[in-house]
């Protein structure tokens, strides 16, 4: 009867593994701002989300400064501008002010049941092209208007759907890893073998890091078919790589840890056995 029970914990905290991953990672980092932040900044060197920055913006100030003969050159010299702004320092900060702005937005997709977008504010970064161009005395640099610029980079056909998961997992965020190690640390306490009980469970937190990432990837595929033939799959793959790197990572460190559970029983079983 204890091994039958032991079995049965151990299959739990198996699939509980991924679904206590993902709740953590919707209540504590997609939740935080800071943290949503520190995970977004990085796509500020990501050429492909760079080309969709610098792309429309261009298209949304081209046109708005009254140039007269000058305007194709003007329109030029802003597309170039904006192509050797994005590796900047001073573009990296101005990312991260629209992705903070933009958190705002997120949670309120998520939680409050508006707008079926991720969408980010590019204000920040057109205020800071302006101000760098206008120091350095480029003509018509203060005709740049300071426009509210957003930019699809998710968009979702059944958000309802989403929103409902988002709130179940930020419920569950804190109590189903608390609930994964208790059974886990039951699993080993009511086993007759107890080091077998150690290696199960070992194998049985491999194999949920394996499901984690599987999961992962197979909605990683999914999102991205599922998005709008105008939305760049590219850079939507980035912020999604971005969105998840927590996940992947906790795959890894929960792969490591089961693997080191089954090593170290094996090698206490070796060391019983020699005389």
Known sequence: MRTILSSVLIVLV???VPASAVAYWADRELGDAD??????SPLAENPKVQEVVVTQV???LAGQIDAGPFQIGVDTLLGEALHSFAG???????????????????????????GDALTIDL??????????????????????PVTHLTVKVMEYDNLAALRKGFHMLQ???VWLPVLTLVLAAAAIAVAVHRRRA?????????????LLWLAVDVCRRLTLDDLPA????????????????????????VLLIGLAAVLAAWVMGRLRRTP
């Open 58 to 60: 261009s298209r949304a």
């Open 198 to 210: 150690v290696m199960a469970t070992g194998v049985g937190l491999a194999v949920g890091a394996g």
């Open 88 to 114: 900047t320092a001073a573009y990296r900060t101005a990312w991260d002010a629209a992705n903070r702005a933009a958190h705002v937005a997120f949670l309120d997709a998520l939680t409050t049941g508006h």
């Open 123 to 144: 204000a920040p970064v057109i205020a800071q092209v302006r101000g760098d161009l206008v120091a350095d005395e480029v003509p018509f640099a203060d005709r740049i």
């Open 171 to 173: 419920v569950a965020g």
């Open 35 to 40: 943290r949503y932040t520190a995970a977004m």
């Open 14 to 16: 198996t699939l509980l």
């Open 230 to 253: 105008d939305i760049d799959r590219p850079a939507a793959g980035a912020v999604y790589d971005a969105l998840t790197a927590y996940l992947r990572t906790t795959a890894w460190v």
